[in-house]
DNA sequence: CTCTGATAGTCCGAATCTCGGACCAAAGTT
DNA sequence: AACTTTGGTCCGAGATTCGGACTATCAGAG
């Protein structure tokens, strides 16, 4: 990404400006309920699927090294959002899962995406909303690593 | 940010997943030409203005702190990117601007940008394509902390 | 004009983060 | 059964990031 902020900036930056409002915002409703989970923590802790999620999965999704991501989920573990079960499918994986305390997460994030979502509604009005959505769902399907079978 | 990958993914992560993906189309070009820059050296670089940028300006846009953008512009001034010069406007601050080599980087991106939009484009058609750009312009007036159309 | 508080940027040092390399165990393949 | 691939961990080193402290300059009040 290198682009200078012309009249006209690309869909990448575009698109950075509001994901990043967002989570700024999540991350500040967490604080304010005493859970202090640095960024990095909480952008693989997101990424976990409600049944499970593999390391490598996390991994791919991050972007970020194996190693990288052992290390985050060593710390959600220590923290108690997290635990690692064995995987029934795969005797050399583990199914990282989220606690009780885990879900305080989501259901603390929950309110504070729908307030930043509401707000910005009021902004574009309805209409322009579900647009958004709906096509941000369309663009999904070709730039998602990992629910595409591209690259 | 913390939400479990539901069916309906809050707009937040909607919003990241293309963004990453430009990102790392924009990368992926810049290593193919011989430019290999670190990401947090693009991201900053990507928010200098092309007509010179301060430093707390930059760190404001890239939620990081002074000290680090700093130490970013050390890198990127080192391997002959931007340049420091003073501010006429101001005598405590400097100006970032981009070298001649920097804007190879720009002459790199673009068309790296305009390919994955063109992507875009092609699978979400001309109409929700322009409506995406303007729909995410709106926006960027109520989430860009350096929300400044005009100064 | 001078004092005071805010602002732009840098230096230093320490904690943290990230990843390459090496390794093991369990699958999958032939 | 041998061989290759895959999921994950351990180790160590280099890079990143930031809090704290500091200088220089600006802007405003008196």
Do not use: C, P
């Given at each position: 990404m290198a682009d200078t902020p012309a009249e006209d900036p690309n869909l990448g930056l575009l698109l950075f400006i509001p994901y990043?409002?967002?989570?700024?915002?999540?991350?500040?409703?967490l604080r304010a309920h005493g859970h202090d989970i640095p960024l990095n923590q909480a952008r693989v802790f997101?990424?976990?699927d409600p049944a499970g999620s593999r390391l490598a999965d996390l991994a791919d999704a991050a972007q970020l090294s194996k190693q990288t991501v052992g290390s985050i989920i060593d710390q959600l573990e220590k923290?108690?959002?997290?635990?690692?079960e064995p995987d029934p499918?795969?005797?050399?994986?583990?199914?990282?899962?989220?606690?009780?305390k885990g879900h305080e997460l989501i259901e603390i994030s929950l309110p504070a995406v729908r307030q930043v979502e509401a707000a910005w509604?009021?902004?574009?009005g309805p209409t322009r909303t579900s647009q958004l959505r709906s096509i941000l769902k369309a663009l999904?399907?070709?730039t998602d690593p990992l629910a595409t079978p591209v690259r």
């Open positions: 990043r409002f967002m989570e700024s915002a999540v991350m500040a409703a997101q990424r976990i923290a108690g959002y997290v635990r690692r499918e795969d005797a050399r994986a583990r199914l990282v899962t989220i606690t009780a509604e009021s902004h574009l999904r399907e070709i």
